[in-house]
């Protein structure tokens, strides 16, 4: 008969993880994250196929509604992004988040998303205090940034490393679930 014994995880040796997880995060400027997304406001609900690619000086974020209707793409960079809304005229701005608020009604943080997708505070937010819980491996469980609340709900096994894949996003008016069912990366 085996016997059951439980790993006590010190802080110190939590925060020394997460140290070391950030560092290797950082280092990760290119993926694509496939999944679904749900996006649930006050009065609306909508979830689609979400295709990510994320590029050192660039993204291109698909959402493909069910049944094909209803696709929409933002494509960026650090000069600016497009919207490309199914059956409709592309347009531009310079800030992906007032660009969806505008056009689709959804004020989803795209810059700091960038971050959280796998599992860092975003460095580059205007509002740097924030405040994280971690796990006993040293990976965020939770984080509150830019009045968002982040839940990190699973990880999976990705290149050597656990990335997110489970993330839950909510504010006052806003709620994004995104399941990631595939990672690839290129450091």
Same mark, same amino acid.
């Given at each position: 008969m085996a016997a059951c014994s439980q790993v006590q995880v010190s802080d110190g040796q939590?925060?020394?993880?997460?140290?070391?997880? +950030? +560092?290797? %995060?950082? +280092? *990760?400027?290119?993926?694509? &994250?496939?999944?679904r997304v749900a996006i649930t406001t006050?009065?609306?609900?909508?979830?689609?196929?979400?295709?990510?690619? +994320?590029?050192?000086? #660039?993204?291109?974020?698909?959402? *493909? &509604?069910?049944?094909?209707? =209803?696709?929409? $793409? %933002?494509?960026?960079?650090? &000069? #600016?992004?497009t919207l490309y809304p199914d059956d409709e005229p592309p347009e531009y701005s310079d800030n992906a988040t007032s660009l969806l608020a505008k056009r689709l009604g959804?004020?989803? !943080?795209?810059?700091? %998303?960038?971050?959280? $997708? %796998? =599992?860092?505070?975003? !460095?580059?937010?205007?509002?740097?205090?924030?405040? *994280?819980?971690?796990?006993?491996?040293?990976?965020?469980? #939770?984080?509150?940034?830019?009045?968002?609340?982040?839940?990190?709900?699973r990880y999976q096994q990705v290149n050597g490393d656990e990335l997110p894949d489970k993330i839950f996003l909510e504010n006052d008016k806003l709620s994004v679930r995104v399941v990631i069912q595939n990672w690839k990366l290129s450091i």
């Open positions: 939590r925060a020394e993880s997460w140290r070391y997880r +950030q +560092q290797q %995060l950082r +280092q *990760i400027d290119n993926w694509v &994250a496939t999944g006050r009065d609306d609900g909508w979830n689609g196929t979400l295709h990510w690619k +994320q590029f050192t000086e #660039g993204y291109e974020i698909k959402i *493909i &509604a069910p049944f094909g209707k =209803g696709t929409v $793409m %933002l494509k960026g960079n650090s &000069a #600016g992004v959804w004020h989803v !943080p795209v810059e700091s %998303l960038r971050y959280w $997708m %796998l =599992g860092l505070p975003d !460095p580059d937010s205007n509002q740097r205090d924030f405040v *994280i819980e971690l796990d006993d491996s040293g990976r965020l469980s #939770g984080l509150v940034q830019s009045g968002w609340q982040v839940r990190f709900l």
